[in-house]
């Protein structure tokens, strides 16, 4: 039996090697400048392990052409350099195809990466083969830093006289982060969603108030459930795709008891997962569509 001393010296490289490799999340909120002066909203997310770094951006978020793309790349504590580029979209509002879309790619000077509250820098736009697209500029807010700011703005609106009780339940803090984060779907959108799997697995539920929300769900046309409560509860189903692009279509057929239809839809593959929210009235739909790369 070995001795107590090198039982704790065991343990003691265990932690540290664990300690290691423990992930820690990074979240930015801001914009990109493109070369032509307009503004598309932006996020990052990113886990870093070591130098590495592996998550997502989101353009135009809550916007007609939101696009998730992955991201990968490295931050370099010595030299203070974060680098990271876009290389696969997870899903789109877009109509462009993927080979048509422009992808980040920023390196850039961002000083202690653990206690920074905001960065900038230009970054270059290329296309899935390489070839130059739209350059422009990152400007991004930590998380928590936009947390605080919308808490301020929260708290002289709440106190003010100026602004009516409804006004100032839409302005909670909870409300405003939550449109940040949420993918909606409304009335005639399609979400466009790749994948390289054969198979698919979508989850419906209802992740609020469960208000009696009835929807009919058809998979290329083809009804699959109809007038279905939607409960918490949730209703698993799974998806072969046969073909190039499988369609996924969700029509509101009432509202329950509090407008408007609000459906949770999660879409799962071996690699992503899409998470999703209807906000349709009695008799809008709308769509997914599951392009198959």
Same mark, same amino acid.
């Given at each position: ?58 353009? %135009? ?103 009516? %009780? ?73 998806? %072969? ?53």
């Amino acid at each position: 039996m070995r001795n107590p001393s090198f039982r704790l010296f065991l343990f003691l490289i265990c932690l540290t090697f664990t300690t290691a490799l423990q992930a820690q999340e990074y979240e930015f909120f801001g914009v990109i400048k493109l070369n032509d002066t307009s503004f598309i909203s932006y996020k990052v997310l990113f886990d870093r392990v070591n130098d590495s770094i592996q998550g997502y951006s989101l353009t %135009d978020f809550a916007g007609k052409h939101e696009t998730k793309s992955n991201i990968k790349g490295y931050y370099n504590e010595d030299e203070n350099l974060l680098s990271f580029e876009e290389y696969d979209i997870v899903y789109t509002k877009s109509p462009v195809v993927q080979k048509d879309f422009c992808f980040v790619n920023f390196e850039g000077k961002v000083r202690n990466l653990d206690r920074v509250k905001a960065f900038s820098g230009d970054f270059k736009g290329l296309y899935a083969d390489g070839t130059s697209c739209l350059d422009g500029m990152i400007i991004v807010n930590s998380g928590q830093e936009v947390k605080k700011r919308v808490e301020k703005i929260d708290k002289v609106v709440q106190r003010s006289r100026k602004f009516s %009780d409804s006004i100032k339940k839409n302005i909670k803090v909870a409300k405003v982060l939550d449109t940040l984060t949420r993918n909606i779907i409304a009335k005639d959108e399609n979400l466009n969603i790749f994948t390289r799997d054969q198979k698919i697995k979508l989850a419906i539920y209802d992740a609020g108030k469960e208000d009696g929300d009835v929807i009919n769900l058809y998979v290329d046309d083809k009804p699959v459930l109809e007038n279905y409560t939607v409960l918490h509860e949730i209703k698993y189903l799974e998806f %072969d795709l046969e073909n190039v692009e499988t369609k996924i279509r969700v029509e509101a057929v009432s509202e329950g008891t509090s407008s408007p239809n609000t459906v949770r839809l999660e879409v799962e593959d071996s690699r992503n997962f899409v998470r999703t929210i209807t906000n349709l009235k009695e008799g809008e739909h709308a769509q997914m569509t599951l392009v198959k790369k």
